[in-house]
């Protein structure tokens, strides 16, 4: 299996785990409905753990294009082949997505709430503040990759590059699923914490692509973007500055 194929695989996995708990404490009539927000991040964060897992030996299961281009910014990660990263993500969440949709196809149909629906694919503020939700963004983003800088050893190495230093997967994925789950139960409430461009993008592309009612609410689209990148620049500069 190569690095872009095990990225591929391990985000889509952790958006089909991931997005998947989301549909089936949001859509109606699923066994797991109205489960509750406690449910939804610590599904998250063995989602993120399954991930990293499968990928983590292959490709250092960045997952995340933000973890990708902090890794880069310290100077861990070779620039060339942060293109094909990023790419391999966004294929892998919108298949993650995909999937979702499939398996709980009934659901959707059977929901009349069309944020509910959305919800199953992509975050949403749960104040809608621009500003504020930009802030949020940014800050649980800078906590995971400031993070990840410290827990990421850069030992593994990879086949499409023997000088490049890879983060996540060298250290095992139960440290990486422990930080997404506290971020999420501290930080998450407030945006539904993206903290990843492909995890919001890539599905919210298949909202709008598959036959689902409802908008795709583009003009939150960009914070999901916009603040984890915020984000990780921070935490690449605090990093550095530090070291």
């Known amino acids: 299996m190569t690095p872009f194929i095990a990225e591929v695989l391990g985000t889509m996995l952790m958006i089909l785990l991931g997005n998947g708990v989301v549909a089936n404490v949001v ?16 599904a998250w964060a063995f989602a993120v753990f ?23 910014l310290i100077g861990k990660f070779n620039w060339n ?3 094909s990263y990023v790419f391999a993500q966004m294929i892998g969440a919108m298949l993650g997505a995909f999937l979702v949709w499939l398996s709980h196809k009934d659901h959707f149909a059977a929901t009349q709430d069309e944020g509910a629906k959305l919800a199953c694919f992509s975050t949403s503020p749960a104040i809608k503040n621009n500003v504020s939700n930009l802030i949020s963004e940014i800050i649980a983003t800078f906590v995971l990759i400031f993070t990840i800088f410290y827990i990421a050893g ?11 230093t890879i983060g996540l997967g060298t250290v095992g994925a139960l440290p990486v ?24 993008l890539g599905p919210r592309i298949m909202h709008a692509l598959l036959p689902i009612k409802g908008s795709s609410n583009w003009n939150y689209a960009w ?21």
């Open 223 to 243: 914070i999901p973007i916009i603040g984890p990148v915020i984000g990780s620049g921070l935490a690449a500069a605090l990093y550095l500055a530090l070291n």
């Open 81 to 83: 082949l942060v293109p």
């Open 50 to 72: 399954v991930g990293v897992t499968v990928a983590g030996p292959i490709s250092g299961a960045h997952l995340n294009p933000i973890v990708t281009l902090g890794l880069a």
């Open 177 to 200: 699923a422990i930080l997404v789950w506290v971020i999420g139960l501290s930080l998450g409430g407030t945006t539904g914490y993206a903290i990843n461009p492909a995890r919001d």
């Open 27 to 42: 859509l109606k009539d699923t066994k797991g409905n109205n489960s509750g927000w406690i449910v939804i991040t610590t």
């Open 154 to 164: 850069p030992s593994l190495k990879i086949a499409a590059d023997s000088d490049a």
